[in-house]
Each structure stands twice: as structure tokens, then as C-alpha cells.
T-cell receptor, first 111, second 113 residues
Framework: GQQLNQSPQSMFIQEGEDVSMNCTSS?????WLWYKQDPGEGPVLLIA?????ELTSNGRLTAQFGITRKDSFLNISASIPSDVGIYFC???????????FGKGTKLTVNP | NAGVTQTPKFQVLKTGQSMTLQCAQD?????MSWYRQDPGMGLRLIHY???????DQGEVPNGYNVSRSTTEDFPLRLLSAAPSQTSVYFC????????????FGSGTRLTVV
């Protein structure tokens, strides 16, 4: 079954606010990825993380690979209406080619 | 480039029917995977392949078969459709596997009645 715990499940925010979401697991991951899914589309890769403690940015998005290798965080600064969608964390376990996904965080941005 | 192409986009099946969901990629990617997405469950891995002729099971393989005879194609077969297989199915491909992430198709929405 699912090995990633993603929270929160949903968020309702005002335009301009910052957003934080995270993923945790009891397992150690080799790689952490963050995806965004728009309605009716497949997920699109936002950020990839490969080293414990690594902090990577992509525009207004910043993600971190947790020191313990068991968690990851995604922050979105100054949210805009087009940030609406479902955000997924995904992780690659050591020694596995499987990519495991969290259950997603649904983001709603009110103008 | 077309990327990852899934057909059909929508399908309704009767319980017990069989069908094949098609997936093709034109990026010469070695790695391909099939996921299903259900409300509140995220994406769950059904089967994956690390190259032509090689497939392996994911989290939820029961009721599904795959084969990988070419690099480009990775069809997913439902042997005897059940209502529990109503879902949105995504095919994905990657140049170097999970480490670089996967490129996803736009999905097939399947309803089993």
C-alpha cells in the first residue's frame, strides 16, 4: 500500500498567501519529487531532490529533501490563481525502480 | 514530439469484458509505468518496465497484465473488468527511471458498469 503520508489533504487560501505542504514516511528514500496535476491532465514534474538537506527552487516554488531522508517539504510563495491544482510528492526507495506517490494536496486559491 | 500518448481517452466497459489500454511514447525512453488514480488515493503503481522484454509488478497488479515487446509501446490489459477497476489510468515514461521522474500521458478514464 501507500508508504507516503502527505499533508494537508486540501488547502483553501487567498491569492498572495504562502503555502506549505509536506510528505513523511517510515522508509528512507533515494529521491524526492514534487508534481502538480491540473484538472483532466496528467501530473507534471515541478522539482526533483537527490541529497539529504538539499534545497531547490523553481520560481516561486521551493522544496527540501529532509535530513532524515524520510520526509520532504514544498513551499509556494505569493500564490496566484494558476497555482490551483493537486500537488503530489513522490519518492524512489533505495534499491527500487518503483516511484511511490503520496495521496496529494488539493490547493484552492481565492482571488 | 508527441510525448506519451494514451488511447482511448474515455471507455465504458461491462463487467467481465476485457480490453487493452494503449500507451506509446516517442522519446526513446527505456522506463515505462502504469498508474491508476482514484479519489483520495493518489496514484498507485500497477506495473512497470525497465526496458523492452522486462516487466514487474507494482502495488496493485491484480487483474491487469502488461507486456513490453518494443521500447515505444506498453499496453495495459484488463482481463475481466470489474467495477473496482473504474478509475483514471495514467501511463508514464522516463529516460533514466524513477530518479529523474516520469513524463505522464493525459490519462484514460475507464468506467466499468
Amino acid at each position: 500500500g501507500q508508504q507516503l503520508n502527505q499533508s494537508p489533504q486540501s488547502m483553501f487560501i487567498q491569492e498572495g498567501e504562502d503555502v506549505s505542504m509536506n510528505c513523511t514516511s517510515s522508509s528512507i528514500f533515494n529521491t524526492w519529487l514534487w508534481y502538480k496535476q491540473d484538472p483532466g491532465e496528467g501530473p507534471v514534474l515541478l522539482i526533483a531532490l537527490y541529497k539529504a538537506g538539499e534545497l531547490t527552487s523553481n520560481g516561486r516554488l521551493t522544496a527540501q529533501f529532509g535530513i532524515t531522508r524520510k520526509d520532504s517539504f514544498l513551499n509556494i510563495s505569493a500564490s496566484i490563481p494558476s497555482d490551483v491544482g493537486i500537488y503530489f510528492c513522490a519518492g524512489q526507495l533505495y534499491g527500487s525502480e518503483k516511484l511511490v506517490f503520496g495521496k496529494g494536496t488539493k490547493l484552492t486559491v481565492n482571488p | 514530439n508527441a510525448g506519451v500518448t494514451q488511447t482511448p481517452k474515455f471507455q465504458v466497459l461491462k463487467t467481465g469484458q476485457s480490453m487493452t489500454l494503449q500507451c506509446a511514447q516517442d522519446m526513446n525512453h527505456e522506463y515505462m509505468s502504469w498508474y491508476r488514480q482514484d479519489p483520495g488515493m493518489g496514484l498507485r503503481l500497477i506495473h512497470y518496465s525497465v526496458g523492452a522484454g522486462i516487466t514487474d509488478q507494482g502495488e496493485v497488479p491484480n487483474g491487469y497484465n502488461v507486456s513490453r515487446s518494443t521500447t515505444e509501446d506498453f499496453p495495459l490489459r484488463l482481463l475481466s473488468a470489474a467495477p473496482s477497476q473504474t478509475s483514471v489510468y495514467f501511463c508514464a515514461s522516463s529516460e533514466q527511471g524513477a530518479r529523474l521522474g516520469y513524463t505522464f500521458g493525459s490519462g484514460t478514464r475507464l468506467t466499468v458498469v
